[in-house]
């Protein structure tokens, strides 16, 4: 057995990634049987449950609300705050009762998570009952390690400290509208307060021709929308031999005519003029970036491992705005990073007061075991962090509702996703800008590009009725 080691996994060798194949395993012996599976990350571990639905349905499984009726139970983890980490505990204790009663259920705990030392660890020792876990690169193994555990293998545990790239990967896409595409895996930023450069390996790009495949094959089924993945998009490609930049490939699918393209995360660090202008070009990438500050004051940047300063990031950030015609700007921000004075704190009210962003997600920071930052002096108490998240959100809020409110009595393109959940006469979807709008039209919309005239405005969401013409 492999347990996962963070040391090694920090180390990134000049293997040659190897681009493999990724085919469904067959087998008869779940004919029937009920799976539970239940996401806790990002984008990338969703996407990676469509790939996990695919593995259990082609063995013939059928999914299950309810933990309780289910034959297998698969957990997909994130490590990237402690919080994440409680709930997927908390759940475990739901799971050995029933274990208890059913000793038959297979338990599978996948993702981020697994890819940690001391989780394996902990996982092994307090958790015995746990049948399978299996690391972020080895997905595809799934359906044999559940044969075997039906088979009566007991402590399924297979890690790899290396990534390689599976290509034609068979995902069950949880909607007919819009896609993800995964387009470079790991992160070799290593920023110091981050897991994932340690849970998810190192940078490697999908070739660009297997992408465009992928995005021109979603395309002929209908799909409106791409995301293109990558915990750093922008990072894109300079891992492949015949050097092509992130700006290439979204040129590339641009070219494919897909209505929507998106992208997330972009780094500001690496984010090229070539970008802005190809983003800028093409009507069909829409004009919304998510671009993390994580901090405003320069001396925090720095002990981050960001790469840019307050300067450098404002730069960007104009730049975006100014060319790139009705563009729109959401950031991640961490609060009470070890040693983040006041003063410090100050420097990212300032940078929100520049910037006024469309929205943000904000959090406090989490030590990660292994990483660099769990190990600074940090003698901030959190009542204080608490105070600093509450006054940055607040401003946030106000930001973000200020440029919904700058949306009313415009007539907006919306991409129709489904019924609102609040009404069910309503139905729901985003703009190009990424703004979550209700909107009174008939449920004959969803999967179509509409015009919505905006009525309203609400920190989060827009509300809108169906009009002839887009009119910005
Ligand atoms: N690859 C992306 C996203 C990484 S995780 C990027 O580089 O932006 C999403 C967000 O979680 C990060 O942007 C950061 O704001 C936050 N985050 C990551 N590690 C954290 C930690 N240890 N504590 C608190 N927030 C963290
Ligand atoms: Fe984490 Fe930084 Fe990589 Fe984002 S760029 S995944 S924050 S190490
Ligand atoms: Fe979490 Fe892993 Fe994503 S740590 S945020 S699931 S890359």
Redesign the pocket.
């Known amino acids: 057995m492999n347990l996962p080691n963070l040391k090694a996994a920090k180390i990134r060798s000049n293997k040659e990634v190897v681009y493999k194949e990724s085919p469904l395993v067959s087998n008869d012996q779940f004919l029937g049987k009920k799976y539970f599976l239940r996401t806790y990350g990002c984008q990338m571990n969703e996407h990676d449950s469509e790939q996990i639905e695919a593995i259990l349905e082609h063995l013939g499984m059928t999914s299950c609300e309810e933990l309780e009726g289910a034959d297998v139970i698969v957990l997909n983890t994130c490590a990237i705050r402690e919080n994440a980490h409680d709930k997927v505990f908390g759940y475990l204790g739901r799971i050995k009762h029933l274990k208890k009663e059913n000793p038959s259920v297979i338990v599978c705990i996948g993702g981020c998570m697994s890819q940690e030392e001391n989780v394996a660890n902990e996982l092994k020792q307090r958790h015995p009952y746990v049948n399978i876990v299996f690391g972020t690169h080895n997905i595809h193994e799934l359906g044999n390690m559940l044969l075997e555990a039906k088979a009566g293998k007991q402590d399924i545990e297979v890690y790899s400290e290396e990534g390689d790239v599976y290509e034609h990967v068979t995902y069950k896409r949880a909607s007919h509208i819009t896609a993800w595409v995964n387009i470079i895996y790991g992160?070799?930023?290593?920023?110091t307060?981050?897991?994932?450069?340690y849970t998810?390996g190192k940078e490697r790009s999908r070739k660009l021709e297997e992408i465009v495949k992928e995005v021109e094959k979603l395309k002929e089924e209908g799909y409106q929308e791409v995301t293109l993945l990558g915990?750093?998009v922008n990072a894109y490609g300079h891992d492949l031999p015949e050097s092509v930049a992130f700006s290439d490939l979204l040129e590339a699918v641009a070219q494919t005519n897909i209505p929507r393209i998106r992208f997330v995360?972009s780094?500001p660090w690496n984010f090229t003029d070539k970008m802005i202008d190809v983003i800028a070009h093409y009507d069909n990438i829409m004009p919304y970036i998510h671009l993390?500050l994580?901090s405003g004051s320069d001396r925090i940047l720095k002990l981050m491992g960001?790469r840019y300063t307050k300067e450098e990031y404002i730069t960007l950030f104009k730049k975006m705005k100014e060319q790139i015609p009705r563009v729109a700007i959401t950031t991640d921000i961490i609060v009470g990073f070890p040693g983040e004075t006041d003063a410090d704190f100050k420097n990212t009210l300032d940078v929100v007061d520049t910037c006024q962003f469309d929205g943000a997600y904000t959090f406090i920071f989490s030590p990660r075991e292994g990483t660099p930052a769990a190990k600074m002096k940090d003698e901030t108490p959190l009542v204080e962090k608490e105070e600093r998240l509450q006054i940055l959100n607040q401003k946030i809020n106000a930001y973000s509702k200020e440029s919904n409110e700058k949306c009313v009595g415009k007539t907006l393109p919306v991409l129709i996703l489904g019924t609102s959940e609040k009404d069910a006469n309503k139905v729901y979807g985003y703009t190009d800008t990424m703004k979550l709008v209700n909107v009174e039209a008939t449920k004959d919309t969803i999967g179509k590009i509409i015009p919505v005239t905006i009525t309203a405005a609400k920190s989060f969401s827009l509300d809108g009725k169906l009009a002839e013409e887009v009119k910005i």
Not at 187 to 191: A, M, P, R, W
């Open positions: 992160c070799d930023k290593f920023c307060y981050c897991i994932v450069p998810r915990q750093n995360t780094h993390p994580q960001r």
